[in-house]
């Protein structure tokens, strides 16, 4: 029985020894504390092991389980970071620890437990963003008073960062505001806001990191909305700012004008009705009208909304009031201590009989070109142009109310109240012509009337016409030396005209006199001996050479069957010359004395006894028209032949 008990007592023995032995593999360890930074690459090395047995052999078994185990993995006795591309470690996103347990088995029984804790080391990776809420656009009075703040921003750093706020002064409006503490975010602003002015104001905010090496930075374009406050009085339209980008207005002077016959009208008034605004423009309060003095006992009534003024009752003709003067005031219904207050002039006229008018409907100007800036438009002799109208509704016909002006304007001319016109001579060109328009109104009946300006503009030195229809008038937008040259050309055309026609004419006489003199010396005949009867030759070509050829062949003694003589009107012939002799000629006074000769009809050559009988009783063979029609022509050509030879003798 006792040896039983003492087995039983052994086996227990060696089964606790053999266990004691086998757990030593799992002991050595203990908890694991690192720490690693963020976005580390993945397989970095957090911690190694130390416990007594190897990982890798078959008698124990180590497991990493918790929360953040996924982010390790064990390689041998090294525990490593298991992260990837996709993946990475991120404080903001994980937290500052990674917390896992490591379980080490010894045949499938634990053995030992430890815990792990890894820090994660931030770092900065992140900028500041504004919160949302913070940056949105808002609204402000522009009665907030200045040095209070008017709105606060706030950014935030996902690396924990201390962040500072900066305002960009390159930005628009950043003169409106300022930051006291550059840690809180409170914008307060500088100088007063003016609704009539901006109504809207930009301005860009910096957040940037103030304990970082980077100094990461982001920036937020804040919009602020001015709300109108009544602060601003009412004016009168049209406004005239006092000065440029001011919102104070001049209150206008309303004018009209009434006759003694009017009466129960609305008025209407210049530059416009009378009207009035509120100055804050963003409230536009309602507004009263009244009339503080010049009403004439309800003679004039206003529309206390309007502004319309009527007329009550006509004045009366007794009455020597020229005009009416009223003090209009316009005031806030809400507040009648903002008021504003204009002048309304009404004028009486006498009826209107005469319109004005224009003495002419054009008038010349001249204007000599010049350097000077400008220079007053002179008209004939030099006189100063003076373009006036006349209104017989007045006695001297001179109206104050006419208004000048040019149209369109011009930027080179200018009219003056007193119808004078002034050029802006350095900037006209000579030969330039003009022309203009003046337009003259009476403003009191609103009539119009116009007439033309016709300008000239004169070279340097240039006289100005004396009248409108002397030389200079003609040629005063040409120049002198010009018109004299177009001028001798003009002579010298005419001058060639006429010698070319005299020339043309006198060669046309010299081949009318060769001709007739180389007819005459064909026919055998004296140059200057003419015969007005048919032609004694004959037009066949024979003759006409027998002729010629026997022109030469006659002597002192004359020709026998060309010319004969007329007895019936020549003296008998002397004894001593010969009965063929027709022309005696002195040598010494180089004179002929011509006969009468009579052309005959040449035969042809034969027998000559009729002819010489016929001679010889003295009877010619030509009839007696054609001797009286040569004499008639030798008594014409008489003058021309005594200063030429007589080529027969």
């Given amino acids: 029985m006792l040896r039983p008990c003492r087995l039983l007592i052994w086996q227990v023995a060696l089964r606790l020894s053999y266990h004691v032995v086998t757990a030593s593999l799992c002991l050595g360890g203990s908890d ?68 896992a347990e490591l379980t080490c088995y010894e045949d499938d029984v634990i053995q030992s437990q430890y815990r792990i804790l890894v820090e994660i080391v931030n770092e ?60 809180t975010g409170n914008i307060v602003l500088d100088k007063p806001l003016d609704y009539e002015t901006r109504t809207h ?6 957040a940037q990191e103030a304990n970082t090496v980077e100094k990461f930075n982001t920036s937020a374009v804040l919009t602020v909305i001015i709300k109108d406050g009544d602060d601003q009085y009412p004016h009168f339209l049209p406004c005239t700012p006092v000065f440029p980008g001011v919102p104070v207005c001049m209150n206008p002077t309303y004018t009209t004008n009434i006759t003694r016959k ?3 009208a609305v008025l209407q008034f210049s530059p416009g009705p009378i009207r009035a605004e509120d100055g804050d423009r963003g409230i536009n309060t309602p507004l009263i009208y009244s009339i503080l003095s010049g009403g004439d006992q309800g003679r004039f009534e206003i529309n206390n909304r ?28 809400n507040d009648r201590l903002k008021y504003s207050v204009a002048s309304v002039l009404i004028r009486v006229l006498s009826e209107n009989m005469f319109p004005p008018v224009f003495n002419r409907t054009t008038f010349k ?51 003056t109240q007193g119808g004078v016109l002034i050029a802006r001579t350095d900037q006209l060109h000579a030969f330039a012509r003009h022309i203009l328009q003046v337009v003259a109104r009476d403003e009191e009946s609103g009539e119009e009337v116009s007439a033309s300006v016709d300008i000239e ?110 007895h019936s009107q020549l003296p008998p012939p002397s004894s001593s010359s010969s009965s063929s002799s027709n022309i005696i000629i002195d040598p010494g006074k180089r ?28 009877v010619s063979t030509s009839d007696d028209s054609t001797a009286e029609t040569l004499q008639r022509d030798n008594k014409m050509k008489i003058n021309q032949s005594e200063d030429l030879e007589d080529p027969y003798r």
């Fill in 306 to 333: 309007t502004g319309e003024i009527r007329l009550t009752r006509p004045v009366n003709d007794q009455q020597l009031v020229a005009n009416f003067t009223l003090s209009v005031m316009v005031c806030q219904a």
């Fill in 124 to 183: 900065n990776d992140n900028r500041p963003n504004f919160l949302q809420e913070t940056i949105q656009p808002f609204t402000i009075s522009e009665l907030t008073a200045v040095n209070s703040v008017v709105f606060t921003v706030k950014a935030v750093d996902a690396d924990g960062d201390m962040i500072t706020y900066i305002i960009d002064q390159s930005s628009r409006d950043a003169w409106f505001f300022r930051i006291d503490l550059p840690n």
């Fill in 365 to 415: 100007g001249f204007i000599i070109q010049s350097s000077s800036p400008a220079s007053i438009i002179s008209t004939y002799g030099n006189q100063v142009l003076q373009v006036q109208v006349s209104d017989d509704d007045f006695p001297d016909g001179r109206n104050p109310n006419i208004h000048y002006s040019l149209h369109p304007p011009s930027g080179l001319y200018q009219v």
């Fill in 457 to 566: 503009v004169l070279q340097r030195g240039q006289p100005v016409p004396h009248g409108a229809f002397t030389e200079q008038q003609l040629f005063g937008d040409v120049d002198s030396r010009l018109a004299g040259g177009i001028a001798a050309m003009i002579l010298l055309l005419f001058l060639s005209s006429v010698l070319f026609l005299l020339l043309r004419t006198i060669r046309r006489r010299q081949r009318q006199t060769n001709t007739d003199e180389h007819a005459a010396v064909a026919l055998g005949k004296h140059p200057n001996v003419v015969s007005s009867s048919r032609p004694v030759f004959s037009t066949d070509e024979s003759s006409y050479s027998r002729a010629f050829s026997h022109q030469y062949e006659s002597s002192s003694h004359g020709r026998h069957g060309v010319y004969t003589r007329r």
């Fill in 201 to 206: 104001l930009q301005v860009m905010i910096w």
């Fill in 591 to 618: 004179s002929r004395q011509h006969s009468y000769l009579c052309p005959v009809q040449e035969k042809p050559e034969g027998p000559i006894e009729p002819l010489r009988a016929a001679e010889s009783t003295g």
């Fill in 32 to 99: 694991i504390f690192a720490s690693i930074r963020e976005n580390s690459r993945t397989g970095q090395l957090i911690s190694t092991l130390s416990i007594t047995g190897e990982p890798g052999g078959s008698a124990i078994r180590l497991c990493l389980t918790g929360d953040n185990a996924d982010w390790f993995y064990l390689e041998g006795r090294s525990i490593r970071l298991n992260s990837s591309a996709s993946r990475v470690l991120d404080r903001e996103v994980q937290g500052s620890v990674l917390i």
């Fill in 262 to 264: 009017q009466q129960d």
